[in-house]
């Protein structure tokens, strides 16, 4: 059964292929040689941020009409993936891009795309901002209002852990419109960074992805125009975990190319490192650990394509499954990328829990991606209610 016209679940067409072998020629030459130096350093990959602006890579999703290259969600996991191979910072440069302004495209209006996307398209940067401090997992839970001012919005509030903040031009920000109402009063909207009243707190000191900025966003009487809500009023809750559907695999993308990077260092390593007067590659244990490792990635890579490809259809033919593929795919795929970069530091031994070698960055950048755009905890909870859903239909 075909994924959606032009995809093959086994072969990826011939432009997508192509694809892979640009990106991969731009990451290896563009991005590659500052990525321990960004991590060092904590410093913003700005050297990335240049190359894929000037290839046009730093938010293929955006459509045509708005001055992108309206490229398909495999085309934007592609692209994620080949940048994290060799630089987990920068590749949340695409992938946060994508989420910043994908409850703008499902759901925005015509006018208030054409405000904001044209700005992503011609290399501005997008993030979005649903996390607080008392409401994580608990996103329902949030305390940042939005009030009705005459023909404004005024948002006061914050929210943390917010990816490339203080970097981006734009913002959805989930806020509270009607208390009353739970999680169906919280509204979206999009806030620029020269808003009145919007300012960018400190920087969160992190494990991994170092070079990728944590921030806090502070919102106080930040008045922006009322055509910058997204959608209706009382519809940001569901328009925040559509996004999450349509994003979640560009997070399983960036844990793939971290296992990827991995792994090909550890292959190249044990072919060459020798002990007991052979490569280490003879020895059989190396060998088993090899296969379980390309193993993994090969089926994390299916999930993670399949669920972009069917991130395409929308609701048809079956697209109502696209939360529990997702949230499966981006579960398989970061507990695989932990799984393997894991082992390729093992099978460097000493050298791979040294900064000298990129194994340790990349074991360091995979943990978050069981942490972020939803626990694996929390991405289990929302497979396994689809799994009971289908269940209980299956017996009407």
Avoid at 55 to 73: K, L, M, T
Avoid at 160 to 173: M, P, Q
Avoid at 225 to 250: N, S, V, W, Y
Wanted: charged share 25%; aromatic share 6%; proline share 3%.
């Amino acid at each position: 059964m075909a994924l959606t016209p032009g995809f093959d679940l086994f072969q990826l067409p011939e432009e997508h292929q192509e694809l892979r072998a640009v990106i991969r020629d731009l990451a290896e030459k563009e991005i590659a040689p500052h990525a321990a130096d960004v991590d060092e350093n904590e410093r913003f990959p700005q050297e990335a941020l240049d190359a894929l602006n000037a290839a046009g890579f730093n938010a293929i999703h955006v459509p045509e009409e708005y001055g992108g290259q309206g490229a398909d969600s495999v085309a934007a996991t592609i692209v994620i993936e080949e940048i994290a191979r060799v630089c987990g910072s920068a590749s949340l440069i695409p992938a946060v891009n994508k989420l910043g302004t994908m409850g703008l495209i499902l759901k925005g209006s015509e006018e208030l795309k054409k405000q904001v996307l044209p700005d992503i398209a011609n290399g501005e940067m997008a993030s979005y901002a649903l996390t607080e401090r008392g409401a994580g997992s608990d996103a329902g839970a949030m305390k940042t209002r939005a009030v009705r001012d005459g023909d404004d919005w005024v948002l006061n509030g914050s929210k943390c852990f917010i990816t490339n903040g203080g970097k981006s031009l734009w913002y959805t920000v989930m806020a509270v419109t009607d208390p009353e109402k739970g999680a169906n009063g919280i509204s979206a909207f999009m806030v620029r960074s020269d808003d009145e009243g919007f300012r960018v707190g400190g920087l969160e000191k992190k494990m991994g992805i170092k070079g990728s900025p944590t921030a806090e966003l502070y919102f106080e009487d930040c008045r922006i125009p009322g055509d910058r809500i997204i959608g209706e009023e009382g519809t940001g809750f569901k328009t925040a975990l559509e996004t999450l559907d349509h994003t979640r695999p560009t997070i399983g993308a960036q844990a793939l190319g971290l296992a990827q990077g991995a792994y090909d260092y550890a292959v190249g390593y044990v072919l060459e490192r020798e002990q007991f007067g052979k490569p280490i590659s003879a020895f059989q244990n190396t060998q088993f650990m090899l296969a379980d490792m390309r193993m993994k990635i090969e089926a994390a890579r299916l999930m993670v394509y399949t669920a972009a490809a069917n991130a395409e259809r929308g609701s048809a033919d079956g697209g109502s499954k696209l939360g529990l593929m997702a949230a499966a795919a981006k579960t398989y795929a970061s507990d695989i990328a932990m799984e393997v970069t894991t082992d390729a530091v093992q099978l460097l031994g000493g050298y791979g829990f040294t900064r000298d070698f990129p194994v340790e960055r990349m074991m360091r950048d995979a943990k978050i991606t069981q942490i972020y755009e939803g626990t694996n905890q929390i991405c289990r909870m929302v497979a396994g209610r689809q799994v009971l859903a289908e269940g209980k239909a299956a017996k009407r």
